[in-house]
């Protein structure tokens, strides 16, 4: 293995060491932890971002996903714009643990192989929550690193037109809000389609993003090209005797009233109701008073089409299946609404297509359809304005013959 | 060749302390006992203590990270998480001694805090330290942002929480769900390499650009449309000899008010409130003023548990721009060809 | 030839009864003494008393005209008004002689009301009776509905005001404006008349098309893809050889929330919530039933003062639909390729 | 002049005289003013209708905006698909009167002319609030009633790719809500863009409708490809005294204020107060309570692209100047806003799209810059999402060459 780190062929030292780097040396300043402190810790070409910062304009070039050998994915090729400084450095994504969750014994493994195979420098996470392994100069390394992480029972992938990461909130692990396991689903969904995520096969990449409940940490409706989000159908739940306690302890209940989007508690001075034909679960009350707690009628609501770029630009993702049961350990109905998702898009969508693009394009009935949604209100914000519909033939009775 | 890939990622229990693992599911409620330590307790009565720091924008060192694990080795039994604000937290924490880990981590230079109503851990691409596209530098922002307010992220003063994202160009990755935003802008046409063109595959990079602004020049190369191009990237993205960038050129955006959660008015993307700022390193004056500004007036201006997007709602954009003493520009005016949904219909007007 | 147009209006004040001159902006209130008659009070003191009573769909013999002509000049003074619900008002009347004029105007067949919390008068446009592109036959609604919610036109017993326009065709007229609305539907593709084609302009008809389902068919005609077409009847409209309609799948859909004030919730637009129901003239059953369903399932719920659009903003869709009694189907998900915004990006269900 | 209305060449009188009509009969039955006995009150050609309903299909056939000898609009042509009814039959427009008052002397004779040269039915009114003169035959009739019309003071149009006639409300001839005098503005309007409501020469049709005040009771915003909106900048003006006299009198001031869209009333039980941070002119505290009434800084909002079919589909307007003061007699500020409107139209509309879907096309902010707006928040309901800016060559300062 050693010599295989040996083979890196790094820049001339003097540009490392960062000696002429008055920028960073700026940025080295201040109370807020400095990443081009850590950058100098490391054996990252810093002469890359001092020149970038001076130029005002970044100094590394063509780049995107690559495959670590073996795999169809799991890397981040880049080339560099100043062979004067360095020719090129790639990354590895690891994919994140359930609940983001590590311990140092496992985790100091993964500092050795960023020392012996890449640069030093580590990106503690991605925003899809990855852990990047970065300053990895070729293929053997990247193969190296991977089977090592392989072998501690890690992983990697997550680039490229696959399913990525998917990122959970640490769910029940630590949180009371919780109506679902977040990261024991990670952990299943993971293994489940690793081939997916580690060989791309889609029109364009598919994002898949979870939280344990309607507060979204994960912020999975938002920006997940697929999002599961813990929700729950019936009326949360108050503890009449801890309400009155907390509220003599000074609990604001009335504000948490006045706060309730759609009016929908009503205090009494005594006794706290909710309006079961005005609440929406927003989770507002059970945040604020720990007397109130989610029902007991828990599921999921699987959404689609989140992202921020592409042809029609930032979108929030749209339900799909507004409750999906969760039933582990083959959660058959939730991987088969998952799955029928990623069907269609991979039937439907064309090359460099986000879902939400698709959906734009062929139109939200017809994804529906696609899907096999029986559509409910859960669907739509309003139902439609126009009457400009396409009658199936057999609406027509075959009429029109 | 031996076998690679196929395993996944290891099961939850590996890596969580035995309270956790014990009181899972079971959690009954938390108090942040001080900005950046969070009691969870759980319905057996027992207590996990967490211990949230900043983390340096986007990259951090082997070095560092080893500090940080003996720390945790010595208080939190070995066991952290990276938070979905990549905080990073010490997870069952002994209480006794949480103000000496306290002590040691600030003194590491990782400061304390990022909970509740204060300024959250600032998110940010890895910009101009590896990423081809930038129109600004992410993570030289977060840090000019984090050293100004600082004061903000280990104090619980705010109205509510204040989350700031930072994206290096429109593929914004976290920028427009934040409560404030900051988003690289490109304003020239991307450059095309005319003697490398042949390299590329000209079908696919005209297939690449959203609004056809890319047309074929002759056999080998093409010409991009200043009138159509909107600046996204996506060539640069799936071509090499398209470059994108110009340093006199490009600067930023900030955007306001995006939010995930289903309470109050509830999830939306933030709204561009300011269309360009330029690139200003390293102390990025006009990005730590748009943002502390904003921040400001919402301060002034908000009741109590209003975060930004909430507060804008009541108010309305009418108000927000005067308050913010942010001047309104056509360039807020949704004009982008698939846009365009945000034209007012109602006479609604707080003058 | 003699000149012709070049006119415009009359002045206002040919028109207009002394007393309305006389306090011509210095109204201070009004108040509806009874179901179709506003007592109006100027600031001067005066008051001047209107009453209201409802119209025939879309016609109106001169015959009948002239008799309510006799009446003005009997009881206002020779001065009156037609709405814009097209009510006809008689304008200052004698207060001591309004129960005589109300005997004598409902003897001859126009009922008195529509004002305040009663069902308007009914707006409707021409259908089977002069236009060329109906799906259904609005003055036969019109009437049918009329005749099933008289009693609510005659009395305030309504949580606030329900309006109902018609419309024939995907023109809509009015229809989506109102609080409930009706609007034709052609479910079937248009005819092309392959003979008489060669009588219209080829590019234009194919131009005409919204959606881009004309396609040219040799040099002479032109096809028309299922697949495309949305019914709309424009090339119809600008094409004398392609008819609209089918007598056996031509029928209408019912829209409701439609409001043009800037109060509660904002003007908007209705939406359409029963995709079809079949004509079925003369009594128009499934019209009358779908429109009676939604005023029971509102008033049964509604608060005080609230309209249909305020009750489904308040209790939202999710119950709109179930009070309503209303089966949500695919078409109420807007799929029109340049519709697609209502789209849900929450989870806030109202299960 | 008799000649001329002799000449009418209508059907076969059996055809008229409606003997066979079980269907319109039926709907002579029941309580609401039925239009099957109106038009068996004239010479309308019953069979037309009758046939109809017992097909359930239209019998008439194509038509559309036809031209008044002499005029390049005002009446609406229509051919027959039944010639052994009625070959065609034709109707003119007359524009209605400022406020839709009518005055018995003069309406006796639009009635005249309506047997003399029409089949004897009207249509009172259109909803663009026109009345429709039915039945008109050929030419000659048409030129001679609109020429009749022209020595009373009335006129016809609104046909066409023209501008059509722009309905008012009663305003303040009768309503204490109007903060503009939209019966004056009508007939200011009508005169000064009389041609072009006579004379199409725009891409499509250009509806204008006017209201007194956000009440909006002409739609105006809905579906006026321009509406004309009276509005106050100021707040609501409460008159204390009056108020209370209201209150004790059992006024529900507490009522009012929940109902409030924006909870910008305060009642201490004495007083009232408006927030002038929350308050957004919605006339709901007006219309409920008479102490309160408009402020005293008024305008006119004007408003562009309503319509309810063309390509993109209904569409409510949008807000283009957001306030603009109303000067009498030559409303300056006024008719240069409305016309740049109407321009930006003429310049950039395709044939038969309406302003709405032009805006849709050319993209909002594109309209507001050609309409000369100083944007303002009163312009969007919201900023936008998506950074894809337009960079107009000055932007860059010319950096760029
Ligand atoms: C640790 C973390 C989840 C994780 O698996 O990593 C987490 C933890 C908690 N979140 Fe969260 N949220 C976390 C990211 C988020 C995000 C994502 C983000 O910030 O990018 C969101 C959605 C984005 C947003 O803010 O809209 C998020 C939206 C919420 C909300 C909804 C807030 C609201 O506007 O209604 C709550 C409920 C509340 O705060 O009352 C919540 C509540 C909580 C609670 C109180 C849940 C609990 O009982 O422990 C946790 C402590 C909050 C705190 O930091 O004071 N968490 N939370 C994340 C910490 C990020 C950080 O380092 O600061
Ligand atoms: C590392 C990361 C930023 C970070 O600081 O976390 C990142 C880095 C890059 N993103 Fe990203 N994206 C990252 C999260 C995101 C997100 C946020 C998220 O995942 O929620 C988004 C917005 C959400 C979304 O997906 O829409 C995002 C939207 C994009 C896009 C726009 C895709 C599109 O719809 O057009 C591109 C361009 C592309 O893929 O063609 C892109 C492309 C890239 C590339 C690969 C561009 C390139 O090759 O030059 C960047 C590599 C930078 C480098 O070399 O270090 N990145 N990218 C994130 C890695 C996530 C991961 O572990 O997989
Ligand atoms: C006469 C008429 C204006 C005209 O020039 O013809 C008129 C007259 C009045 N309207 Fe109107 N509105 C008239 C059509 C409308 C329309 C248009 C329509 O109905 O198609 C609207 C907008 C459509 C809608 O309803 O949203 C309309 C929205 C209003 C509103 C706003 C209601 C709301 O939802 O907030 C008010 C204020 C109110 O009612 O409190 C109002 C208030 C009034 C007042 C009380 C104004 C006043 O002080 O006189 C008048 C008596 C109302 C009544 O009928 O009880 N008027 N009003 C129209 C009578 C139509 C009819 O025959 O029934
Ligand atoms: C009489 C009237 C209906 C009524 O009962 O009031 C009417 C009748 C016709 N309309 Fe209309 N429209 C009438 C108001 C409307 C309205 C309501 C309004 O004006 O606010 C609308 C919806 C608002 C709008 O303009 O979008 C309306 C949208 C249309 C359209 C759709 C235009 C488009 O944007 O695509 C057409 C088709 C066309 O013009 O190409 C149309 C075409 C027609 C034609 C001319 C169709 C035809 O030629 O077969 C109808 C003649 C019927 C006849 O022979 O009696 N009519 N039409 C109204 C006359 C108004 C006037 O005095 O000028
Ligand atoms: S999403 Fe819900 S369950 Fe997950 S961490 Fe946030 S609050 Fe807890
Ligand atoms: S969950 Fe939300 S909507 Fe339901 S009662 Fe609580 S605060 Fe109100
Ligand atoms: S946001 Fe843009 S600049 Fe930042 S990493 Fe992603 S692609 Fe690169
Ligand atoms: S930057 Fe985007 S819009 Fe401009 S040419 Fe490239 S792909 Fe097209
Ligand atoms: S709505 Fe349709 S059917 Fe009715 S008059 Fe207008 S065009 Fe004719
Ligand atoms: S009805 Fe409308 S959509 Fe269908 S072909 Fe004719 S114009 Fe096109
Ligand atoms: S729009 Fe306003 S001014 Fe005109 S009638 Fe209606 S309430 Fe009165
Ligand atoms: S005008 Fe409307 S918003 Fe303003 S105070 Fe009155 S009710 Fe409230």
Redesign the pocket.
Same mark, same amino acid.
């Given at each position: 293995m050693a010599d295989i780190s040996k083979t890196a062929d790094r820049t001339v030292k003097e540009g490392l060491t960062g000696s002429e780097t008055p920028y960073m040396d700026e940025l080295c300043k201040g109370p807020w932890p400095s990443h081009a402190r850590e950058l100098k810790r490391t054996q990252y070409p810093v002469m890359m971002y001092e020149e970038g910062i001076k130029q005002r304009w970044t100094q590394w070039g063509h =780049? =995107?996903m690559s495959s670590v050998p073996g795999l169809g994915s799991g890397a981040?090729a880049?080339k560099s714009r100043r062979p004067d400084i360095i020719s090129h450095s790639h990354?590895i994504?690891v994919l994140g643990n359930p609940g983001t969750f590590y311990k140092t014994s496992t985790f100091r493994k993964i500092c050795e192989l960023t020392e012996r195979y890449g640069d030093g420098s580590l990106?503690m996470l991605?925003?899809?929550y990855?852990i !990047?392994i970065c300053g990895i100069m070729n293929d053997e390394q990247m193969k190296a690193v991977t089977q090592e992480l392989n072998a501690m029972g890690y992983d990697v992938g997550?680039a490229g037109d696959a399913m990525?990461?998917m990122p959970d909130c640490m769910g029940p692990a630590l949180c009371e809000y919780a109506v679902m396991d977040t990261p024991r689903l990670k952990h299943f969904m993971t293994k489940h389609f690793i081939d997916d995520i580690q060989y791309p096969r889609f029109p364009f990449?598919i994002?898949t993003k979870m939280a344990g409940c309607p507060n979204d940490c994960g912020k999975a409706l938002l920006?997940g090209d697929i999002g599961i989000i813990g929700v729950f159908r019936d009326l949360p739940k108050i503890n009449d005797r801890r309400l009155s306690d907390w509220v003599n302890r000074g609990g604001d209940i009335r504000w948490v009233c006045d706060n309730c989007p759609t009016n929908a508690m009503n205090w009494d001075g005594k006794k706290l109701t909710i309006d079961g034909d005005s609440c929406i679960r927003c989770m507002y009350c059970i945040n604020r008073v720990p007397a109130i707690k989610p029902g007991d009628d828990r599921g999921v609501a699987i959404t689609a089409g989140g992202? @921020?770029? =592409?042809k029609y630009g930032p979108m929030k993702g749209k339900v799909i299946f507004p409750f999906i049961k969760v039933t582990p350990p083959d959660y058959k109905e939730l991987v088969a609404a998952y799955t029928r998702i990623c069907d269609v898009y991979d039937d439907n969508g064309r090359k460099k297509e986000?879902i939400g693009d698709m959906i734009q394009r062929i139109g939200m009935d017809k994804f529906l359809e696609l899907c096999g949604v029986e559509p409910s209100p859960m669907n739509f914000t309003s139902p439609r304005r126009n009457t400009f519909y396409h009658w199936e033939h057999e609406e027509l009775g075959g009429v029109h013959e | 060749m031996s076998k690679v890939g196929g395993v996944g990622v290891p099961p939850v229990e590996e890596n969580i302390p035995q309270v956790v693992l014990k009181n899972y599911g079971k959690w009954d409620t938390h108090e942040v006992v001080r900005p950046g330590v969070i009691k969870r307790i759980a319905e057996s009565g027992d207590v996990c203590y967490t211990v949230r720091i900043a983390m340096p924008p986007?990259r951090v060192s082997v070095a560092s990270m080893l500090e940080l694990c003996d720390l945790a080795d010595e208080y939190s039994g070995g066991f952290f998480r990276i938070t979905l604000r990549n905080s990073f937290e010490f997870v069952d924490v002994n209480p006794d001694k949480i103000e000496e880990l306290i002590d040691k981590v600030e003194s590491l230079g990782f400061p304390v805090g990022g909970t509740k109503n204060s300024v959250h851990n600032i998110m940010a691409?890895?910009g101009w330290i590896?990423?081809?596209?930038p129109a600004t530098d992410s993570p030289g922002i977060a840090k000019a942002l984090g050293d100004a307010l600082i004061d903000e992220f280990k104090n619980h003063r705010l109205p509510a929480w204040l989350k700031i994202n930072i994206g290096g160009c429109a593929?914004? !990755? !976290?920028a427009l769900m934040a409560d404030i935003g900051i988003i690289g802008v490109h304003r020239d046409i991307p450059i095309v390499l005319e003697d490398k063109m042949r390299i590329c595959e000209q079908p696919t990079v005209i297939h690449s650009c959203p609004t056809g602004a890319i047309k074929p020049k002759g056999k080998e190369s093409v010409v991009i449309s200043a009138e159509r191009c909107i600046h996204c990237g996506?060539c640069t @993205?799936h071509c090499e000899s398209i470059l994108t960038g110009d340093p006199k050129l490009d600067g930023f955006a900030v955007s306001v008010g995006g939010k995930a959660s289903n309470t109050g008015s509830g999830p939306d993307l933030g709204r561009v409130v300011i269309p360009y700022l330029p690139n200003n390193p390293p102390k990025w004056e006009e990005a730590v003023n748009a943002v502390t500004m904003i921040m400001h007036a919402w301060r002034k201006d908000a009741r109590p548990d209003e975060r930004i997007k909430e507060w804008i709602h009541r108010i309305g954009w009418d108000r927000f721009f005067k308050k913010a003493g942010i001047k309104v520009s056509i360039k807020d005016v949704d004009g982008y060809m698939y846009g365009n949904e945000f034209a007012r219909s109602d006479l609604r007007f707080g003058w």
């Open positions: =780049g =995107g981040i880049r990354l994504r990106h991605t925003t899809n990855n !990047e997550s990525r990461n990449k994002k920006h992202k @921020m770029k =592409g986000r | 986007s691409c890895p590896h990423c081809n596209l593929n914004i !990755e !976290e996506a @993205m």
